[in-house]
């Protein structure tokens, strides 16, 4: 039973530049959560995604949305890249329709912002 | 509102000693409560998680915790640490749309 993939594992940009970050689910799972975790502090709530709809966003700007496919799937996109978006990106999954709030972390990516 | 302290950025202890992480909630409905650990260069891995049901609650690699709602806490416990328990270890409240994470508690086993 493969667990949250995601991809890349390393990215680094430059200011201004675009980046999308990928996820894959865990088997049976039908929600996706991103967070970012900036270096030595708990990873911060961005956005989940719940039959293809975004369900709740955290505090983050509009430069950052995403994208959930009919498989699952999920992508993060950020705009505009700045300096201070360098971070581990972290994608969660859970079963929302199984009444579980159980979420199952991927690896994640590391972005390098210079 | 939502939120956890975690007590203490970084814990050492000597291999064999009792391990104790210490996490402090605030939420205003009942909480769903977890405990992540995470090594270097990883993801956060499941540890374990009171949803209301027992108050000791027995997670992987002989972790326990228990739920104390008269001091909203929910401490992380090992009876004897091991050198491969050095990670940092997350505490975070739910239930919700998302999770509330603390701010994370190093911990060093000494040899």
């Known amino acids: 039973d493969a667990g949250v993939t995601q991809s890349p594992t390393h990215l680094i940009k430059t200011r201004g530049q675009q980046v999308t970050l990928r996820c894959s689910p865990k088997?049976?799972?039908?929600?996706v959560s991103w967070y970012q975790q900036a270096l030595g502090q708990g990873p911060q709530f961005i956005f989940q995604y719940y039959e293809e709809e975004e369900r709740q966003r955290g505090n983050f700007p509009d430069r950052f949305s995403g994208h959930q496919f009919p498989n699952y799937s999920s992508e993060l996109n950020v705009n505009a890249l700045l300096l201070g978006d360098s971070a581990l990106y972290l994608c969660a999954s859970s079963f929302l329709a199984g009444g579980t709030d159980t979420q199952y972390f991927g690896p994640g990516t590391r972005l390098t912002v210079l | 509102a939502q939120s956890v302290t975690q007590l203490g950025s970084h814990v050492s202890v000597s291999e064999g000693a009792l391990v104790l992480l210490r996490c402090n909630y605030s939420?205003?409905?009942?909480?769903?409560l977890f405990w992540y650990v995470q090594y270097p260069n990883q993801g956060l891995q499941l540890l374990l998680k009171y949803t209301s049901a027992a108050t000791l609650v027995k997670g992987i690699n002989g972790f326990e915790a228990e739920f104390k709602k008269s001091e909203t806490s929910f401490h992380l416990t090992k009876p004897s640490a091991h050198m491969s328990d050095a990670a940092e270890y997350f505490c975070a409240v739910g239930p919700g749309n998302q999770f509330y994470f603390g701010t994370g508690t190093s911990l060093t086993v000494i040899p």
């Open positions: 088997s049976g799972h039908d929600t």
């Open positions: 939420s205003s409905v009942p909480p769903y």
